[in-house]
T-cell receptor
Framework: DAGVIQSPRHEVTEMGQEVTLRCKPISGHNSLFWYRQTMMRGLELLIYFNNNVPIDDSGMPEDRFSAKMPNASFSTLKIQPSEPRDSAVYFC?????????????FGSGTQLSVL | AQKVTQAQTEISVVEKEDVTLDCVYETRDTTYYLFWYKQPPSGELVFLIRRNSFDEQNEISGRYSWNFQKSTSSFNFTITASQVVDSAVYFCALSGYNKLIFGAGTRLAVHP
């Protein structure tokens, strides 16, 4: 089975540009999570979806960040406009049932560099 | 509020030494799950173990073992006879009724 697939693996962009990160969860999983990893703040949960519905977006840093899940097999995380402090590794993860008890399967991450 | 504390930022050992990574958690949930994940230098996050709050049995998997003590809110991870391939960042995580919260991680360096 294919795992969680994220694209692109690396993204380099200039400040002010729009960035879109993509995620395909494991087929059949109904919970999807976006995490951000930085040296200073570690792994932070940005938002999670259950059955394509955003459940908790309290971790989204500010209005420049938005996430969508139009169907069970695709999610995007958009940053507009991007800033250098958004540079981080962004992970997408999915789980098979209720978020709490199920282990998360992580994608390989997107390394974002905003210059 | 939920919180996971991994007090050890970095640990350095020589191969074949045993090493224990500490994890202390806080939660008001009566039902919760605890996890350990490994992040090798390649960057991916690899699931190691899940434990629910009602199961305090210790678990052993090869050179890895986990000690869950509800009385002290701890879920420690021991690697026996460490190997260079164990070098990684190890994260402890806690999940209640909704989301998974990670600790800051412990960077383990195993030297030959």
């Amino acid at each position: 089975d294919a795992g969680v697939i994220q694209s692109p693996r690396h993204e380099v962009t200039e400040m002010g540009q729009e960035v879109t990160l993509r995620c395909k969860p494991i087929s059949g999983h109904n919970s999807l999570f976006w995490y951000r990893q930085t040296m200073m703040r570690g792994l932070e949960l940005l938002i999670y979806f259950n059955n394509n519905v955003p459940i908790d977006d309290s971790g989204m840093p500010e209005d420049r960040f938005s996430a969508k899940m139009p169907n069970a097999s695709f999610s995007t995380l958009k940053i507009q406009p991007s800033e250098p402090r958004d540079s981080a590794v962004y992970f997408c993860a999915s789980s098979g049932d209720r978020a709490s008890g199920e282990k998360l399967f992580f994608g390989s991450g997107t390394q974002l560099s905003v210059l | 509020a939920q919180k996971v504390t991994q007090a050890q930022t970095e640990i350095s050992v020589v191969e074949k030494e045993d090493v224990t990574l500490d994890c202390v958690y806080e939660t008001r949930d009566t039902t919760y799950y605890l996890f350990w994940y490994k992040q090798p230098p390649s960057g991916e996050l690899v699931f190691l173990i899940r434990r629910n709050s009602f199961d305090e049995q210790n678990e052993i998997s090869g050179r890895y073992s986990w000690n869950f003590q509800k009385s002290t809110s701890s879920f420690n991870f021991t690697i026996t006879a460490s190997q260079v391939v164990d070098s990684a960042v190890y994260f402890c995580a806690l999940s209640g009724y909704n989301k998974l919260i990670f600790g800051a991680g412990t960077r383990l360096a195993v030297h030959p």
